[in-house]
Protein backbone atom coordinates (compact mmCIF):
# COMPACT_ATOMS: atom_id res chain seq x y z
CA UNK A 1 0.00 0.00 0.00
CA UNK A 2 0.46 3.39 0.29
CA UNK A 3 0.32 6.56 2.42
CA UNK A 4 -0.39 9.68 0.54
CA UNK A 5 -0.65 13.25 1.68
CA UNK A 6 -2.04 15.73 0.56
CA UNK A 7 -2.34 19.33 1.42
CA UNK A 8 -4.24 21.81 1.87
CA UNK A 9 -7.30 19.39 3.04
CA UNK A 10 -9.55 22.43 2.39
CA UNK A 11 -9.21 26.22 1.09
CA UNK A 12 -11.65 28.79 0.14
CA UNK A 13 -9.89 31.00 -2.36
CA UNK A 14 -10.64 34.63 -4.70
CA UNK A 15 -11.13 34.50 -7.79
CA UNK A 16 -8.28 35.19 -9.96
CA UNK A 17 -5.83 33.76 -7.30
CA UNK A 18 -3.62 30.66 -7.58
CA UNK A 19 -3.73 27.74 -5.48
CA UNK A 20 -0.80 25.20 -4.83
CA UNK A 21 -1.67 21.63 -3.65
CA UNK A 22 1.21 18.93 -2.30
CA UNK A 23 1.40 15.61 -2.64
CA UNK A 24 3.84 13.55 -0.48
CA UNK A 25 4.01 9.99 -0.55
CA UNK A 26 5.63 7.57 1.80
CA UNK A 27 7.45 5.61 -0.76
CA UNK A 28 9.23 6.04 -4.16
CA UNK A 29 6.78 5.64 -6.92
CA UNK A 30 6.98 5.60 -10.40
CA UNK A 31 3.88 7.43 -11.55
CA UNK A 32 2.02 10.24 -9.63
CA UNK A 33 -1.82 11.48 -11.10
CA UNK A 34 -3.82 14.30 -10.45
CA UNK A 35 -7.56 14.26 -10.72
CA UNK A 36 -10.50 16.71 -10.80
CA UNK A 37 -14.12 15.67 -9.18
CA UNK A 38 -16.25 18.46 -9.78
CA UNK A 39 -19.16 18.19 -7.58
CA UNK A 40 -21.96 15.16 -7.94
CA UNK A 41 -19.03 13.97 -10.79
CA UNK A 42 -17.09 11.25 -11.15
CA UNK A 43 -12.83 11.55 -11.27
CA UNK A 44 -11.60 13.42 -14.31
CA UNK A 45 -7.72 13.00 -14.71
CA UNK A 46 -6.10 15.98 -15.52
CA UNK A 47 -2.26 15.04 -15.96
CA UNK A 48 0.43 12.62 -15.28
CA UNK A 49 3.21 14.22 -13.34
CA UNK A 50 6.70 12.72 -14.58
CA UNK A 51 9.91 12.88 -12.87
CA UNK A 52 12.32 14.77 -14.33
CA UNK A 53 10.51 15.52 -17.17
CA UNK A 54 7.34 18.02 -18.22
CA UNK A 55 4.01 16.50 -16.92
CA UNK A 56 1.36 15.34 -19.80
CA UNK A 57 -1.81 16.44 -19.82
CA UNK A 58 -5.22 15.14 -21.19
CA UNK A 59 -6.78 16.71 -23.08
CA UNK A 60 -9.34 19.89 -21.95
CA UNK A 61 -6.22 20.49 -19.36
CA UNK A 62 -3.13 22.83 -20.04
CA UNK A 63 -0.17 23.71 -17.98
CA UNK A 64 -0.70 27.20 -17.75
CA UNK A 65 -3.66 26.48 -16.34
CA UNK A 66 -2.73 23.73 -14.29
CA UNK A 67 1.06 23.19 -13.94
CA UNK A 68 2.51 20.76 -12.16
CA UNK A 69 5.94 20.10 -10.84
CA UNK A 70 7.37 16.26 -9.85
CA UNK A 71 11.04 17.11 -8.42
CA UNK A 72 11.75 13.75 -7.05
CA UNK A 73 9.87 10.02 -6.68
CA UNK A 74 7.98 10.72 -3.74
CA UNK A 75 6.20 14.15 -3.94
CA UNK A 76 4.50 16.08 -6.45
CA UNK A 77 2.50 19.67 -6.80
CA UNK A 78 -0.20 20.77 -8.95
CA UNK A 79 -1.42 24.66 -9.12
CA UNK A 80 -4.79 25.72 -10.24
CA UNK A 81 -4.06 29.18 -11.34
CA UNK A 82 -6.21 32.02 -12.01
CA UNK A 83 -8.95 30.43 -10.75
CA UNK A 84 -13.04 30.88 -11.12
CA UNK A 85 -15.81 29.39 -9.54
CA UNK A 86 -15.68 27.09 -12.44
CA UNK A 87 -12.66 25.53 -10.74
CA UNK A 88 -14.44 24.65 -7.72
CA UNK A 89 -13.66 20.86 -7.02
CA UNK A 90 -11.95 18.24 -5.38
CA UNK A 91 -8.40 17.92 -6.18
CA UNK A 92 -6.88 14.38 -6.17
CA UNK A 93 -3.45 12.88 -6.10
CA UNK A 94 -2.92 9.19 -6.79
CA UNK A 95 -0.19 7.33 -7.04
CA UNK A 96 0.58 3.90 -9.14
CA UNK A 97 3.05 1.46 -6.54
CA UNK A 98 4.01 -0.25 -9.62
CA UNK A 99 2.60 -3.74 -11.04
CA UNK A 100 -0.56 -1.45 -12.59
CA UNK A 101 -2.64 -2.92 -10.57
CA UNK A 102 -4.10 -0.41 -8.65
CA UNK A 103 -4.30 3.26 -8.37
CA UNK A 104 -3.90 4.82 -4.27
CA UNK A 105 -5.60 8.25 -3.41
CA UNK A 106 -4.81 11.08 -1.40
CA UNK A 107 -7.52 12.89 0.63
CA UNK A 108 -8.00 15.16 -1.57
CA UNK A 109 -8.47 18.74 -1.69
CA UNK A 110 -11.48 20.45 -1.36
CA UNK A 111 -11.38 23.78 -3.26
CA UNK A 112 -14.23 26.91 -3.61
CA UNK A 113 -13.58 29.42 -5.84
CA UNK A 114 -15.73 32.43 -4.35
CA UNK B 1 -11.85 7.37 -27.02
CA UNK B 2 -13.27 5.96 -23.92
CA UNK B 3 -17.36 5.10 -22.80
CA UNK B 4 -18.14 4.00 -19.45
CA UNK B 5 -21.69 3.90 -17.98
CA UNK B 6 -23.18 2.72 -15.11
CA UNK B 7 -26.45 3.46 -13.30
CA UNK B 8 -26.66 6.66 -11.42
CA UNK B 9 -28.07 5.40 -8.46
CA UNK B 10 -29.12 2.46 -6.18
CA UNK B 11 -31.28 1.12 -3.20
CA UNK B 12 -31.01 -1.75 -1.56
CA UNK B 13 -31.95 -3.48 1.94
CA UNK B 14 -29.62 -4.49 4.74
CA UNK B 15 -28.66 -7.62 4.37
CA UNK B 16 -29.48 -8.65 1.24
CA UNK B 17 -27.70 -8.46 -2.25
CA UNK B 18 -26.93 -6.00 -4.97
CA UNK B 19 -25.58 -6.15 -8.09
CA UNK B 20 -24.02 -2.78 -9.75
CA UNK B 21 -23.72 -2.89 -13.99
CA UNK B 22 -20.92 -1.25 -15.80
CA UNK B 23 -20.38 -1.03 -19.26
CA UNK B 24 -17.90 0.46 -21.33
CA UNK B 25 -16.42 0.85 -24.95
CA UNK B 26 -12.40 1.65 -25.36
CA UNK B 27 -10.21 0.61 -28.14
CA UNK B 28 -8.07 -1.59 -26.59
CA UNK B 29 -8.43 -2.37 -22.94
CA UNK B 30 -5.65 -3.50 -20.05
CA UNK B 31 -7.93 -3.99 -17.22
CA UNK B 32 -11.23 -2.78 -15.46
CA UNK B 33 -11.14 -1.58 -11.71
CA UNK B 34 -13.98 -0.43 -8.85
CA UNK B 35 -13.77 1.84 -6.72
CA UNK B 36 -15.60 2.61 -3.47
CA UNK B 37 -15.91 6.49 -2.23
CA UNK B 38 -17.67 7.40 0.87
CA UNK B 39 -19.21 11.34 0.64
CA UNK B 40 -16.36 13.56 1.36
CA UNK B 41 -13.51 10.71 1.31
CA UNK B 42 -10.70 9.38 -1.41
CA UNK B 43 -11.42 6.65 -3.53
CA UNK B 44 -10.68 2.96 -2.16
CA UNK B 45 -9.71 0.48 -4.26
CA UNK B 46 -12.26 -2.62 -4.14
CA UNK B 47 -11.09 -4.93 -7.35
CA UNK B 48 -9.23 -5.64 -10.29
CA UNK B 49 -10.21 -7.66 -13.56
CA UNK B 50 -8.68 -8.09 -16.21
CA UNK B 51 -9.21 -11.43 -17.54
CA UNK B 52 -13.34 -12.77 -18.40
CA UNK B 53 -14.91 -14.43 -15.23
CA UNK B 54 -15.65 -13.75 -11.53
CA UNK B 55 -13.28 -12.16 -8.77
CA UNK B 56 -14.11 -13.05 -4.85
CA UNK B 57 -13.59 -11.33 -1.97
CA UNK B 58 -15.23 -11.25 0.64
CA UNK B 59 -18.43 -9.81 0.51
CA UNK B 60 -17.56 -8.20 -2.80
CA UNK B 61 -17.05 -9.79 -5.88
CA UNK B 62 -16.46 -8.35 -9.92
CA UNK B 63 -17.09 -9.78 -12.85
CA UNK B 64 -15.66 -9.31 -16.06
CA UNK B 65 -16.96 -9.97 -19.71
CA UNK B 66 -14.32 -8.46 -22.19
CA UNK B 67 -16.29 -9.46 -25.52
CA UNK B 68 -19.35 -7.81 -23.73
CA UNK B 69 -17.50 -4.82 -22.62
CA UNK B 70 -19.31 -5.79 -19.27
CA UNK B 71 -18.97 -5.86 -16.00
CA UNK B 72 -20.85 -5.97 -12.50
CA UNK B 73 -19.63 -5.51 -8.85
CA UNK B 74 -21.56 -7.54 -6.45
CA UNK B 75 -22.57 -6.95 -2.73
CA UNK B 76 -23.49 -9.20 -0.45
CA UNK B 77 -24.82 -9.41 3.19
CA UNK B 78 -25.05 -5.55 2.40
CA UNK B 79 -24.56 -3.47 5.50
CA UNK B 80 -25.26 0.19 6.59
CA UNK B 81 -21.66 1.04 5.89
CA UNK B 82 -21.71 0.20 2.01
CA UNK B 83 -23.60 3.12 1.32
CA UNK B 84 -21.31 5.27 -0.72
CA UNK B 85 -20.69 5.66 -4.46
CA UNK B 86 -18.97 2.69 -6.37
CA UNK B 87 -16.87 3.71 -9.67
CA UNK B 88 -15.94 1.76 -12.28
CA UNK B 89 -12.56 2.64 -13.97
CA UNK B 90 -11.17 1.07 -17.52
CA UNK B 91 -7.23 0.91 -18.16
CA UNK B 92 -6.46 1.49 -21.68
CA UNK B 93 -3.92 -0.50 -23.41
CA UNK B 94 -1.01 1.57 -24.41
CA UNK B 95 -2.21 4.16 -21.87
CA UNK B 96 0.32 3.88 -19.14
CA UNK B 97 -1.52 3.08 -15.67
CA UNK B 98 -4.01 5.97 -15.94
CA UNK B 99 -7.80 5.39 -15.37
CA UNK B 100 -11.17 6.46 -16.93
CA UNK B 101 -13.70 6.97 -14.69
CA UNK B 102 -17.59 6.12 -15.29
CA UNK B 103 -19.99 8.76 -13.34
CA UNK B 104 -20.11 6.33 -10.04
CA UNK B 105 -23.15 4.64 -8.86
CA UNK B 106 -24.53 6.43 -5.43
CA UNK B 107 -25.81 3.15 -3.32
CA UNK B 108 -27.93 3.64 -0.62
CA UNK B 109 -28.18 1.11 1.82
CA UNK B 110 -31.70 1.35 4.17
CA UNK B 111 -33.34 -0.87 6.73
Known amino acids: SAVISQKPSRDICQRGTSLTIQCQVD?????MFWYRQQPGQSLTLIAT?????????ESGFVIDKFPISRPNLTFSTLTVSNMSPEDSSIYLC???????????FGSGTQLSVL | GQNIDQPTEMTATEGAIVQINCTYQ??????LFWYQQHAGEAPTFLSYNVLDGLEEKGRFSSFLSRSKGYSYLLLKELQMKDSASYLC????????????FGTGTQLKVEL
Open chain 1, 49 to 57: ANQGSEATY
Open chain 2, 26 to 31: TSGFNG
Open chain 2, 89 to 100: AVKKAGGGNKLT
Open chain 1, 27 to 31: SQVTM
Open chain 1, 94 to 104: SVDKGGGEKLF
